[in-house]
């Protein structure tokens, strides 16, 4: 009875260091007396997915709640203390100024078990900064000016699918068309083969495109126990990628790789760069480091990252862009003026300098990503306590994650008056000299930026000029207004509905 009583006892006391433990660590912010709002006790504060919100609606609401107490308010990311970051100050100065204390995102890899994982966007450390100089020269203007050509065939494609598509219906979901476009963009440029999707929109290439968004290994819960216990998992061999993408993608790549090396083949494509980082001896770069080949593994993350950074961020660009122009027929009527023109000065085809002259869609676009946040926040880890200077009880602790909440900031009325108005002249020259450029970075900013930014907006531009060209886009009883997005993933896109727009010819 003695030591029954007695492992009662310790077990309760167990108990109860425990539950000491978790409220101790949950009261963290009301201890110091910052704003935040209370956590549930796995997911944090994204405690709102549970009640049908996107993890960026999630970080909105709150920052909408909190932007004006102070220079951030305290937040969960799952189970780990954070902050959102309220003033542009101080995000200038985590994103650019003191970058390297803030390098690392957090995101959760295993490149031992899983190899896709261990694409550019999760790493951290020195295996980042290598990796981000070895692949920064495929993103040159020069490269970009190589890829051209392939990206303008698949544009010219998608005109013509518009075309097939008004035989049947004058109303056309947009979104599935631009999905469909950038697949085959993305299936091009970076893994050198024809997907097709434009001609057929169940291609297998697409349909495990979207499952690599919008799938994890045990959804929702199984990611919060990656993110918040990463060694552990590591440890349990745990993967982020289902099994279906895995096979598919790695298979695809080692086949395409394998063909190429055979047969010498070159397609002066993202591809053919990563092969040659394969093949390559160690070389130095230009600051001295010793830049390793890079295995097959590693070549194959880069290629899915290509295709998870690049595939639905483009195509909701895109048909959000489109559903804009529809609700403001005279905006689309300015842009197609300009881009008659601009293909007149250039023999009526559209070339990679005369893309660079679209100036008023480049504002167009610009206004799409910030009134519709496809990125709607980043995320850093801090590598050491950081003082916010002149308010001592602000402090972000070495190994808390930083929010920077780009879809409150892009909506707030502070930065961008009437904010739910879709309005191109907010990204006029006047505008945005007098504004701080750190108020909109749909791609991000800082060394650890978007590395493919040129690559994004050139398929962009060019699939807009050439639809735009030749169709004109308004409202129908279908559309979706206001627009609906859906609480998948953490990018934005449109919801079940997609983008039902009338479409005729110009």
Known sequence: MAISSFLIAIILLLIGYIVHRVREHYNYWKRRDIAHDPPHWLLGNFIGVTANLSLGECVRKVYDKYKNTGPFFGFYWFAQKAVVVNDPDLIKRILIKDFWKFSSR???????????????????GGKWKNMRVQLTPAFTSGKMKLMFPLMEKIGQEVAKVFGEELEHSDVIEVWDVMARYTSDVIGSCAFGIETNSLKNSKSEFRQMGRKAMVEVRGGTLGAAFRLNFPQLARRL??????????????????????????????????????????????VKSESGEELKQLNFGEIAAQAFLYLLAGYETSASTLAFTLYELACHEDIQERVRSEIMEVLDKHG???????MKECVYLEQVINETLRLHSIAPFLNRVAQEDYPIPDQPKFIIRKGMTVIIPIEGIQHDERYF?????????N???????QRDSILHIPFGEGPRNCI????????????????????????SDETPRPMEYSKQGIILVPGAKGIPLKVKRV
């Open 348 to 354: 009526q085809q559209l070339t990679y300098e005369g």
């Open 452 to 475: 493919g930014i040129r690559f994004a907006r050139m398929q962009v531009i060019i699939g807009l000029v050439l639809i735009l060209k030749n169709f004109k886009f308004s409202i």
């Open 106 to 124: 957090g995101m959760y890899h295993n490149t031992e078990d899983d190899p896709l994982s261990g694409q550019l966007f999760n790493l951290d």
């Open 237 to 282: 061999h745990l993967k982020e990628t289902v099994p279906e993408v895995e096979k598919y993608f790695l298979e695809l790549i080692g086949s395409t790789v394998k063909y190429r090396e055979e047969n010498n083949i070159r397609r002066n494509d993202f591809m053919d760069m990563l092969i040659d980082l394969k093949n390559k001896p160690m």
């Open 417 to 425: 008056p009437q904010p739910m108005e879709f309005n191109p002249d």
């Open 427 to 433: 990204f006029s020259a006047e505008r945005m000299a």
